[in-house]
């Protein structure tokens, strides 16, 4: 059964890198008819699509242009997982962060969540 | 980007009844390759991730319970719960999944009456 475990800190200061892993069970992320994203929730924002990684005969990445200069989506092939660097971080960033796959279905498999606080 | 605009922001429902969410984009989401509506609907309890009941607007995931039906196309989509049950208690939230950037409707909270 397919499984999203996330992993990394969740209190940071402002100016930070928040970092955080998704690690895949039962998939893998070179699969190239899936794509590996990232969302937040927020009660200020709801849920916010950050970006993702996808694999199409080379690696892909595309991104929401409101975090597009401070975001970097990335697979790891050896451990089959990706992660999500987002730095210069501000309190603006506080909200739960989810890894996600995206199939023909869309979001069909989502990670645990991760409650993130910057202060 | 594409807006997704749910209504209502809250309903409350009487156990057995039927529940209706609409979800309006601004701008169609049927992908004329494949005449399929790029649409997810789903539900979110507190403290879990969001959990996937239809997708292409109609489609009810494997093991979602047959009381939870979506219908629509093009712009305007609907998510029915047929007769409420305690258990759907939650927020849904509709999703275009068109094109990037992804973009969420702002929520339904259901409640019981």
């Known amino acids: 059964q397919e499984l999203l475990q996330q992993s990394g800190p969740g209190l940071l200061k402002p100016s930070q890198t928040l970092s955080l892993t998704c690690g895949i069970s039962?998939?893998?992320?070179?699969?190239?008819?899936?794509?590996w994203n990232w969302i937040r929730q927020s009660p200020s924002r709801g849920l916010e699509w950050l970006g993702r990684?996808?694999?199409?005969?080379?690696?892909?990445?595309d991104y929401a242009e409101s975090v597009k200069s401070r975001i970097t989506i990335s697979p790891d092939t050896s451990n089959n997982q990706f992660s999500l660097h987002l730095n210069s971080v501000t309190p603006e960033d506080t909200a739960v962060y989810y890894c996600?796959?995206?199939?023909?279905?869309?979001?069909?498999?989502w990670g645990q969540g991760t409650m993130v606080t910057v202060s | 980007d594409i807006v997704m605009t749910q209504s209502p922001d809250a309903l409350a429902v009487s156990l057995g009844e039927r529940a209706t969410i609409n979800c309006k984009s601004s701008?169609?989401?049927?992908?004329?390759?494949?005449?399929?509506?790029?649409v997810v609907w789903y539900q979110q309890k507190p403290g879990q991730p969001p959990k996937q009941l239809i997708y292409?607007?109609?489609t009810r995931e494997s093991g979602v319970p047959d009381r939870f039906s979506g219908s629509g196309s093009g712009t305007d989509f609907t998510l029915t719960i047929s007769s409420l049950q305690a258990e759907d208690v939650a927020v849904y939230y509709c999703?275009?999944?068109?094109?990037?950037?992804?973009?969420f409707g702002q929520g339904t909270k259901v409640e019981i009456k």
């Open positions: 039962g998939d893998s992320v070179s699969r190239n008819s899936a794509a």
């Open positions: 990684t996808y694999y199409r005969s080379r690696w892909y990445d």
């Open positions: 996600a796959r995206e199939d023909y279905d869309g979001f069909d498999i």
């Open positions: 999703h275009q999944y068109y094109n990037t950037p992804y973009t």
């Open positions: 701008q169609s989401l049927l992908y004329s390759s494949n005449n399929k509506n790029y």
């Open positions: 292409w607007a109609s």
